[in-house]
């Protein structure tokens, strides 16, 4: 037994100083083994301490690094490009590669590509790809020819707070890009019609919006909306 060693006399007094139900909590917390006498657990804590404190020794935590941008997954617009298009793509933080900047390497994202281009965003100005494939024409880390998909998300770097609406549609204009079927503005549902009746000669009729008689010509027309 080691009843006198400085080992066994710092478990005594831990053991006069703790419940034994503190010792089965403590021993839950660290994830040990509650079976056995008080005495028993006392001495897994202290065995798995004495570990923790070796391994700590032997493998001290590294500090932890500080939240950049991997480097090797930033990519940019070449300058050749910025010349021969006349956009030059500063507005652009960076275009990173692999997941979303936000969230690092290897997180996942349902579009081929998004923006960041909403202005509260820490991360405004990135655009965020999931394939290197999905770039264009790459060299190193310089894109000398972007893909339709990155005109597309530059057009929202350059349209800052808005998404695929009127605003953005005039910047992929003005970027001379097409607009593809889906991000067109939606046709308008039909206008609507109404059961129209002119107060004055009592002409009816079903149209659009009107406030002239057809029949007359006077201005006294009642409208009802008319349900098809
Ligand atoms: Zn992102
Ligand atoms: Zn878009
Ligand atoms: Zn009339």
């Known amino acids: 037994m080691m009843s006198n060693s400085r080992m066994s006399s710092g478990r005594d007094e831990f053991e006069a100083t703790h419940s034994f139900e503190q010792v089965k909590q403590m021993a839950v917390d660290k994830g040990i083994s509650t079976v056995g006498s008080k005495r028993e657990i006392i001495n897994r804590i202290f ?13 001290p935590p590294k500090p932890p690094k500080p939240r950049n941008i991997e480097v090797e997954a930033t990519y940019h617009v070449s300058d050749a490009v910025k010349k021969q298009t006349g956009f030059d793509w500063h507005e652009v933080k960076g275009i990173f590669v692999g997941g ?8 996942s994202f349902r579009a081929k590509a998004h923006a960041h281009c909403w202005t509260d965003d820490p991360y405004f100005g990135w655009i965020c790809v999931r394939s290197a494939k999905r770039l264009g024409e790459v060299q190193g880390q310089e894109i000398t020819k972007p893909s ?3 005109w597309h ?5 350059l349209t800052p707070d808005h998404y695929h609406d009127d605003a953005w549609r005039r910047t992929m204009k003005v970027l001379g890009l097409p607009i593809t079927e889906q991000y067109q503005k939606k046709k308008r549902p039909p206008p609507r019609t ?19 008689c057809p029949k007359c010509g006077k201005h006294m027309i009642v409208m009802t909306p008319w349900k098809s």
């Open 153 to 157: 998300e530059y057009a929202h770097i």
């Open 148 to 150: 339709q998909l990155l």
């Open 194 to 212: 109404y059961r129209l009746a002119c107060q004055s000669c009592g002409h009816t009729w079903t149209g659009t919006y009107s406030n002239t």
């Open 100 to 107: 979303c900047v936000k969230r690092g390497v290897g997180s």
């Open 47 to 59: 065995r798995h301490e004495q570990e923790a404190a070796r391994q700590a020794v032997l493998f």
